[in-house]
T-cell receptor, first 112, second 117 residues
Framework: GEDVEQSLFLSVREGDSSVINCTYT??????LYWYKQEPGAGLQLLTYIFSNMDMKQDQRLTVLLNKKDKHLSLRIADTQTGDSAIYFCAESKGTGGFKTIFGAGTRLFVKA | NAGVTQTPKFRVLKTGQSMTLLCAQDMNHEYMYWYRQDPGMGLRLIHY???????AKGEVPDGYNVSRLKKQNFLLGLESAAPSQTSVYFCASSSALRTSGRSDTQYFGPGTRLTVL
């Protein structure tokens, strides 16, 4: 079956790098996403990667995809207190959002 | 451009009561979704719609009904609320257009926190 797994918590010090990991099971996934949820708000798309890519960089964010191991990671460089949030990994077959499977989310705590 | 809005933001119900959650989007999106978010379980899809007048069941549809009479609105109904339906409900929408690989990017509302006593 389809499943997306993430660790539930991560704590880092301000200025350090954060790495949030995700594993998924569906090898036919076309797109993989990272969404961010701030307290009291809905999810917002942070970044995404197409399944034929290994890496994508966007300012402080680096997404790495290991398709063989079905492993996705999000690295946040120079983590700030404003990065404290829940980060959701999601996989999609690209046939409509109703085919998107979300992980349980990783809560990132940034200590000053 | 308000994006996706949800009303109400908070609601407390007694077991057996009914209510309707309203979602509205102003992005002319074809697809709309209702999710529930529970601690440690991420988002679970309740129902979705691929266009005006159409709805379909998601992963956890029992106890909920939906309607999409207008393209911009998607309503979620609880006919007889149960404590197990205590959750945070999110509405989302996405475009059916496949441009730059972003066709499945979903835009979320701020959520409705529902407590059923």
């Amino acid at each position: 079956g389809e499943d997306v797994e993430q660790s539930l918590f991560l704590s880092v010090r301000e200025g350090d790098s954060s790495v949030i990991n995700c594993t998924y099971t569906d090898s036919s996934s076309t797109y993989l996403y990272w969404y961010k949820q701030e307290p009291g708000a809905g999810l917002q798309l942070l970044t995404y990667i197409f399944s034929n890519m290994d890496m994508k960089q966007d300012q402080r964010l680096t997404v790495l995809l290991n398709k063989k191991d079905k492993h996705l990671s999000l690295r946040i460089a120079d983590t700030q207190t404003g990065d404290s949030a829940i980060y959701f990994c999601a996989e999609s077959k690209g046939t409509g959002g109703f085919k998107t499977i979300f992980g349980a989310g990783t809560r990132l705590f940034v200590k000053a | 451009n308000a994006g996706v809005t949800q009303t109400p933001k908070f609601r407390v119900l007694k077991t057996g009561q009914s209510m309707t959650l309203l979602c509205a989007q102003d992005m002319n999106h074809e697809y709309m979704y209702w999710y529930r978010q529970d601690p440690g379980m991420g988002l679970r899809l309740i129902h979705y719609s691929v266009g005006e007048g159409t709805t379909a069941k998601g992963e956890v549809p029992d106890g909920y009904n939906v309607s999409r009479l207008k393209k911009q609105n998607f309503l979620l109904g609880l006919e007889s609320a149960a404590p197990s339906q205590t959750s945070v409900y999110f509405c989302a929408s996405s475009s059916a257009l496949r441009t730059s690989g972003r066709s499945d990017t979903q835009y979320f509302g701020p959520g409705t926190r529902l407590t059923v006593l």
